[in-house]
């Protein structure tokens, strides 16, 4: 079946409930490979989406052809059930937020924030007031009569959110709005932004590569990988329980250990034959079968030093490399007896810490619910 008739056949999956939906959405430039890739995606009303993903990945494609400034080679678009991916970006009703700003430099603030109002015909007192809430919102209450290049970069990016807010769409897009704010800025605006959404209750759909604004803010992320979504779920669930391989180690930092399933039980905890020969346990990702080679995900901070006598649902001996100081925790590498093979444990920094010298023998373990088993 050709792309068009499957997405002709098909119908969402909340049978129109959800308040934007991609059916079997595909985009090609040329004769290069698609950049999305037979794309079903929900997302329903006053949701905060994130759509999370390397460079390249097709994030941003996907986000373009749902505002309007990308068409798709073949599927559906759907808001609120109506197929607008012919619909001219302006009749779309959404508010924009790109990383640039792409604020008016003539013109101040309030001018800023007027602008998409009285090209809707609002009138003059509803402008007015709607400015002056806008502005109280983002915490600028008093900076309506100065021009962008008067503001600091966080204040522009408030300005630009204010702005794609204040005719009251119902759907708002953002592009990378962060990436050009330093460390603490982007991190203060983070809650910021996540503060507005709550209190406004719209739907925002969110593009970044950053792992930790797609964490921090998310009610869903969707992790796209080539063109295509690897998993869609909460940052619990991500971060907790990854699909595969690919969204483990795009999502935080995890050790991986390479091995095959001696033994799999119907509740899905799995005995895995480690290269080395020791048996380990964890809790095996959808699809994954006894005798499949797979990679156990351990997180650093779920790896723990064990204390003599103390056992573990996995355990594994191993010598400190070398211990980095990161002050509120410790990052120590360790290289496994058996294994030729290096994890890193992350260590709570804490008085009672014991020393911990190079190549100092200590065994590490963990629960079976915090190994995860994935096909490569």
Partial sequence: MSPAAKAAARVPLTNGRAHV???????????AEP???????????????????????GKTTALMMLAGFEQPTSGEIHIDGRRIDRVPPNKRDIGLVFQNYALFPHMTVAENLAYPLKVRRFGGRDITERVARMLELVQLPDLGGRRPDQLSGGQQQRVAVARALIFEPSLVLMDEPLGALDKQLREQMQFELKAIHDKLGGTFIYVTHDQTEALTMSDRIAVFEAGEVR????????YERPDSSFVAGFIGENNRLPGRVAELQASGQAAVRLDSGDLIAGMAAHGVSTGDTVLVSVRPERMHILSPGQVADATLSA?????????????LVARLCEQAQDVVIKIV?????????QDSPIRIGWRCQDGRALKP
């Fill in 319 to 331: 010598t400190v490399k070398e211990t980095i100081y990161v002050g509120d925790h410790l990052r």
């Fill in 35 to 57: 950049a999305v890739k037979d794309l079903d995606l929900e997302v329903m009303r006053g949701e905060f989406l994130t759509l999370l993903g390397p460079s390249g990945s």
């Fill in 21 to 31: 939906a991609f059916l079997a959405v595909n985009k090609s430039y040329g004769g």
């Fill in 231 to 238: 998993q869609i779920a909460s940052p619990t669930d991500l």
């Fill in 349 to 357: 920094n804490s008085d009672d810490l014991p020393p911990l010298p």
